[in-house]
């Protein structure tokens, strides 16, 4: 029996292997436009992935780590791309990636949960919305392009809203339902035994459900899954995908080369199994928050303010480019003495790409999106 | 103070969907010993000794031929063997899936869950495991056989029907221990062929040092030694007998307990500067007797009781009370069940205990109208994967009881996953918000109630309240 895309996804029936997808036989879409919104769960380090190199501050502060991208693509005279992303760097030849730096939401603390909690939602302050951006984004769109999907095994928030959305959550690609950690976060914050005991678990967790695992494969297989799930000409429009692992408080330098091999291939895989389709396809890769500038004591980065945004896809308005307000590394520019300084807001990054992507009115997309902005 | 949640789960094993309020939390316990039914029919329909024993001697059986064979079989056969081997081992093994879930199944059940509790209390005090390949077949049945029916009864006669089960000689080698002056060694030892079977003292140890009298607690070696003499000759019919085999009475079942005189080491035997010189069978059982009632004894399993009810530090007054009930009524187990509901301690809502991976599990499916697993469930594999496999902890000394025992960051995400997938089986069909105040009763604090309240789907409250900090303890 061979089940139409759609009733896998409704059914909620999980496939034994992500990769046994694409053996479906569909055809492709006509035009439509397409999102993916990736989300970096756990503050990815914005410095180590676009690696400010021409900036004089940055080899004292970053020491032993500074040529963590040794051999990365040179994107122009200030940046770096680490040199795990080389599809990545080849789109950006292509003026098919755009990295947006030194952008931060609203959000000021450090907080994992309240960060993408800002993120997701897009309100002013943690927990101030119950909607997401996407879900928001969907009220937008034409009928035919609302169809909305996260490869998670529950709605995650950025997607929900008065739209109906689906989820997916194949068995191999362990996720944690990040509401539900979120919510217990909460639960426990006041108990002297759960407390502790939760949070390294949380954070077990976020390390066992990366996508750099298997030299990267297990992002090329998400990748590929979900192409497979946006391909069909029924199949979803928008989509999110998570990954998790990116809070590198020690061993950063295998990490982060081992994370962003698995966003490299899962990138790739997404636009390969596009096929045609990539030209109208936005991806958007974003954070919570990025990483402190200087190197801790175990060779990792603690939690910071500023990172790195990514705009991939066939039809950006600005391929090729690294845009930022370049705030410097030097102690005295940095926010709060210790990370990298935010001198433009992600929301406005986020809305103006989506804007231009379905040729809104960036004003409309603003309002909707970040309505407390 | 939180009464009906501490009687529902900390005396029990949570309240069931169905139970009325707990409006006498004290009479509400005291009646259940009472009604306490040692055999519910899905235990009583699991297979017995004979059956399971059965499967082991077929598996015995089968090995034997095997290597008999071995230089006459073709390759054919040869690679049919692990196969064959897999087959009749997982025989045995069928009878620990299905006692597993005839378990989990009486306990969500049970309309007597303080006295279910103490089945299970007892049943770790004189741990079995069944990582021992010869117990895991008679796990299940010794549970059901050798403490179910003796919780009601005297410390000592529990003592004793869990020393003389199967499981209990096989686990702690007894046997295989003979008396290294028992007519059948000095008789394999004049023929000089081979050197004389002898002595195992494992069972005399761990019952001195752990069921009876507690560790360090002033018997010796030459104490340990004797009282191993004394038990020698129990041992268990058709099974694990090796030289000994053909000395079995010809009308003993596989299984079976029995006492081989042959094996047995003969004379006194001075145990805690006391003399025992009975005959037979009658000499260890003596020896066990005095052990069960013990002031040392009454000591050790008062402290083991009030910790079960009351925390890692079990408070002195609770335990010397115990104790001394233990004394005056000669280890009377009821009587030390009600002075623990009648004593102030065991009410304290500190300190907690953290519900173990089973006591959590069976106070979640206790609180559920709708089936939380398939049929199909493998219970035994899925108590495996908490950390708790059923009657295997590893050591005769049971799983320890304290809340680092089982308040680990892996276990309790373990958990929460679960809950979320049982969350995701009941999905809407059944309201976090109208089982909390159930479930959690008069512990159910206003943070929790609104945290559940503000779950974003059916499934999502439900697993907030299984995961919630009062539920994880007891």
Redesign the interface.
């Known amino acids: 029996m061979i089940l139409s895309r759609r009733s896998i996804i409704l059914s909620g029936i999980t496939v034994a292997a992500a990769g046994a997808l694409p053996g479906f036989a569909y055809a492709a879409a006509g035009t439509p436009k397409r999102l993916v919104f990736i989300i970096q769960r756990g503050a990815a380090d914005g410095l180590g992935i676009v690696a400010p190199t021409g900036d004089p501050a940055f080899a004292a502060a970053r020491r032993a780590m500074a040529d963590e991208t040794a051999g990365g693509a040179k994107l122009d005279g200030m940046f770096t791309l680490h040199p795990a992303m080389a599809a990545t760097a080849g789109l950006y030849i292509g003026k098919q990636a755009h990295f947006a730096h030194a952008v931060a939401t609203a959000y000021r603390d450090r907080s994992h949960f309240d960060g993408q909690n800002m993120l997701e939602g897009g309100g002013s302050r943690p927990y101030g919305r119950d909607t997401g951006w996407v879900g928001r984004l969907l009220t937008l769109l034409p009928a035919a392009e609302r169809d909305a999907i996260a490869i998670a095994p529950a709605v995650p928030l950025a997607l929900r809203g008065t739209v109906q959305v689906g989820t997916y959550a194949p068995s191999r690609l362990p996720q944690a339902d990040a509401d539900l950690i979120a919510r217990l976060t909460a639960m426990y914050a006041d108990d002297p035994l759960l407390h502790p005991l939760w949070g390294s678990a949380v954070k077990t967790q976020e390390l066992a459900s990366d996508i750099g695992g298997d030299n990267g494969r297990n992002g090329a297989e998400l990748g590929k899954l979900a192409a497979s799930l946006m391909v069909p000409t029924d199949g979803a429009r928008v989509m999110m995908v998570e990954t998790g692992g990116w809070d590198t408080h020690s061993g950063q330098r295998g990490r982060l080369a081992a994370q962003l091999r698995g966003l490299d291939q899962l990138i790739s895989a997404l636009q390969t199994g596009l096929g045609p389709a990539w030209t109208d396809t936005l991806v958007l890769v974003a954070t919570e928050f990025g990483r402190t500038v200087e190197v801790n004591g175990t060779g990792g980065t603690d939690h910071g303010t500023a990172s790195t945004a990514m705009l991939l896809g066939g039809g950006l308005e600005a391929g090729g480019k690294v845009s930022a307000d370049w705030p410097g590394l030097s102690p005295t520019a940095r926010y709060e003495g210790r990370d990298l300084k935010p001198t433009r807001n992600l929301e406005s990054v986020i809305a103006t790409a989506v804007a231009h992507h379905y040729a809104l009115d960036p004003k409309r997309v603003m309002a909707t999106l970040y309505p407390d902005a | 103070m939180a009464v009906q949640y501490l009687a529902a789960n900390r005396f029990g094993l949570g309240r069931r969907f169905d139970d009325p309020v707990i409006d006498d939390p004290k009479g509400w316990l005291t009646r259940q010993l009472g009604d306490y039914d040692p055999a519910p029919a899905i235990i009583a329909a699991l297979a017995g000794r004979e059956a399971i024993a059965a499967a082991y001697v077929e598996y015995q059986d089968e090995r034997r031929t095997m290597r008999r064979e071995a230089a006459a079989m073709s390759d054919e056969e040869k690679a049919m063997e692990p196969e064959m081997r897999r087959l009749s081992r997982s025989a045995i093994r069928r009878h620990y899936v299905d006692a597993s879930a005839a378990r989990l199944s009486a306990a969500v059940a049970t309309p007597t869950p303080f006295p279910e509790r103490l089945v299970h209390f007892w049943a770790n005090h004189f741990a079995v495991s069944a990582d021992k390949q010869t117990v895991i077949g008679f796990a299940g049945n010794y549970e059901n056989e050798a403490i179910r029916p003796h919780i009601m009864g005297k410390f000592s006669d529990l003592l004793v029907a869990a020393v003389r089960h199967p499981a209990m000689l096989l686990y702690l080698d007894q046997a295989q221990s003979f008396g290294p002056d028992s007519p059948f060694a000095t008789r394999v030892r004049n023929r000089g062929k081979r050197q004389a079977p002898g002595l195992n003292e494992n069972l005399a140890r761990e019952i001195m040092e752990l069921h009876t009298l507690g560790v360090r607690t002033g018997y010796t070696q030459a104490d340990v030694t004797s009282f191993a003499k004394a038990l020698t000759g129990l041992t268990v019919a058709g099974l694990g007998l090796g030289a000994g085999q053909r000395l079995m009475p010809a009308d003993a079942r596989a299984g079976a307990t029995v006492f081989i005189e042959r094996l047995h080491e003969p004379g006194a035997q001075t145990i805690l500067g006391r003399r025992y010189d009975q005959p037979g069978e009658r000499q260890a059982d003596a020896v066990l007797r005095d052990l069960a009632i013990h002031p040392a004894t009454a000591k050790h399993i008062a402290g083991k009781l009030a910790r079960h009810f009351t925390g890692d530090t079990p408070p002195a007054p609770l335990v010397d009370r115990l104790a001394a009930d233990f004394l005056k009524t000669g280890g009377d187990l009821p009587s030390l069940y009600r002075t623990l509901v009648a004593s102030p301690e065991p009410w304290a809502t500190t300190p907690t205990m953290?519900k173990s991976p089973w006591d959590w599990t069976v106070s979640m499916l206790r609180a559920l109208k709708v089936p939380a697993f398939g049929e199909k469930q493998n219970i035994a594999a899925m108590f495996t994967q908490l950390g708790q496999p059923l009657w295997r902890p590893g050591s005769p000394a049971g799983y320890d009881d304290k809340?680092a025992t089982w308040?680990?960051?892996?276990a309790?995400?373990q958990r929460?996953e679960l809950a979320?997938r049982v969350a995701g089986r009941i999905g809407d069909r059944a309201d976090a918000r109208q089982l909390a105040p159930l479930v959690l009763a008069d512990a159910l604090t206003p943070?929790?109630a609104q945290?559940i309240a503000?779950?974003?789907?059916p499934g999502?409250g439900i697993?907030?309240l299984f995961?919630?900090?009062t539920f994880?303890r007891r």
């Open positions: 953290f809340v308040a680990g960051s892996a309790l995400m929460v979320s943070d929790t945290a503000g779950a974003d789907s999502q697993a907030m995961a919630s900090p994880l």
